[in-house]
Each structure stands twice: as structure tokens, then as C-alpha cells.
């Protein structure tokens, strides 16, 4: 069982039904840790590795970057490309108290 975030939501985006594009992207939230996050993305375009191309500054967007989850931009094929910190983009997902969570009853006629 993980924790899903759908990015879209997470920053401010309003929310678009799933497509054929949308993706699930499994994050792992840092090297060696055992927490595992699931985030919802319109759509996975390239995969690259970071090592040939050109870091830049992360930019002031406005108040709450720390709560952003942005951790690195690099430049790549004309795009920035923004590098994200599970950890902190499912934050509130992994901080979710289970025992807190109950499911509505099931409708009428239908199994429980």
C-alpha cells in the first residue's frame, strides 16, 4: 500500500480527469529508505540522467518554496526540468493518521 499524490492538486493545479497520458510514477523518498510514494503525473515524456547537462539556480516562485519539493533544475533539450523531493511533495500523505481515516458505509443493496 502506498500513499498517492496527485501532483496536479498538490501544486495548486486544478484537477483534469486521467487520460492515456497520465502516469504513475513510483518514487522511493531517498536512497536506502523504505518510504515509497506513488504521484500522479499528466504524462512522462522523456527520462534522462543528470550527469551531461546543465544545473541552474531553483527559482523564487513565491512564498512556500520550502513546501514546494522543488530540489534541482537542470536544462535539458530546451526545457527546464524540474527535480522533485518525494519526501516532501507526499508530506502529508505519509503524515496521514490511518486510524482517522474511515470509509463511508456502503450504499444500500450493495456488499459490504
Not at 519526501?87 to 503524515?95: C, G, H, M, R, T
Amino acid at each position: 500500500v502506498l500513499p498517492v499524490v496527485n501532483l496536479r492538486l498538490r501544486f495548486g493545479l486544478e484537477f483534469q480527469e486521467p487520460t492515456r497520458r497520465t502516469k504513475w510514477v513510483i518514487a522511493r523518498a531517498a536512497q536506502g529508505s523504505s518510504r515509497t510514494v506513488a504521484l500522479v503525473v499528466d504524462a512522462v515524456t522523456d527520462v534522462f540522467g543528470t550527469a551531461n547537462h546543465t544545473e541552474r539556480q531553483v527559482p523564487h516562485l513565491a512564498s512556500g518554496d520550502d513546501q514546494r519539493g522543488i530540489t534541482q533544475v537542470f536544462a535539458y533539450a530546451g526545457d527546464l526540468i524540474f527535480v522533485l523531493d518525494p519526501l516532501l511533495v507526499a508530506a502529508s500523505a505519509f503524515n496521514l493518521d490511518k486510524r482517522q481515516l474511515t470509509l463511508p458505509p456502503p450504499a444500500a443493496g450493495t456488499p459490504g
